[in-house]
């Protein structure tokens, strides 16, 4: 019995540790903060991009993963309000000394997220719209690595 509690602990250590380690040289709460939305934004669109490149569409996931795209893409402001920075950060000062251009992009990706999640059968034309607000940010607000 504590031997299987012993096994089950050390396992979730390792899955913690595992997502605190793709971000463990980030210093600042709100930099790490910022990346792990992008990440989140990132595994939705990786999940909606595999179906649209399979084809086999599955309604009910792609409204799952089109509402949670919405809804991080909403945390952007929020996420990028102060201007926090790292050595780690890709973040490009224009995101503060152009704030409106940068909110246009997070809300483009939050209405073409919501449009998808009404009207899952646009997958294949809305990964476009939601791709395109993807490069259009990372193009101009943020540092290539
Ligand atoms: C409004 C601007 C904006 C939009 C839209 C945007 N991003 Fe980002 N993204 C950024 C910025 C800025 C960074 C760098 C943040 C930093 O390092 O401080 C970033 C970083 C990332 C990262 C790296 C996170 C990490 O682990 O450090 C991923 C992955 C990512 N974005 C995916 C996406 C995807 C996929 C989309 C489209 C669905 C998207 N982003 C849309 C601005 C944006």
């Given at each position: 019995m504590f031997r299987k509690i012993a096994i089950t602990a050390v396992l979730a250590t390792a899955v913690f540790t595992a997502s605190v380690v793709a971000h463990?040289?980030?210093?600042d709460p709100d930099v790490q903060a910022r990346m792990e939305l992008m990440k989140k934004i990132g595994g939705a669109t990786k999940a909606l991009g595999d179906m649209a490149k399979s084809g086999s569409i599955d309604a009910a996931v792609v409204v799952e993963n089109a509402n949670a795209l919405a809804s991080h893409a909403g945390q952007i402001e929020a996420a990028f309000e102060k201007e926090a920075t790292d050595p780690k950060s890709e973040a490009k000062p224009e995101i503060w000394s152009d704030k409106d251009g940068f909110l246009k992009i997070a809300a483009q990706l939050a209405t073409a997220a919501q449009n998808l999640a009404g009207a899952p059968d646009t997958l294949p034309t809305a990964m476009g719209q939601i791709g395109g607000a993807c490069s259009a940010c990372h193009k101009t607000y943020r540092i290539k690595k």
């Open positions: 463990a040289n980030v210093k």
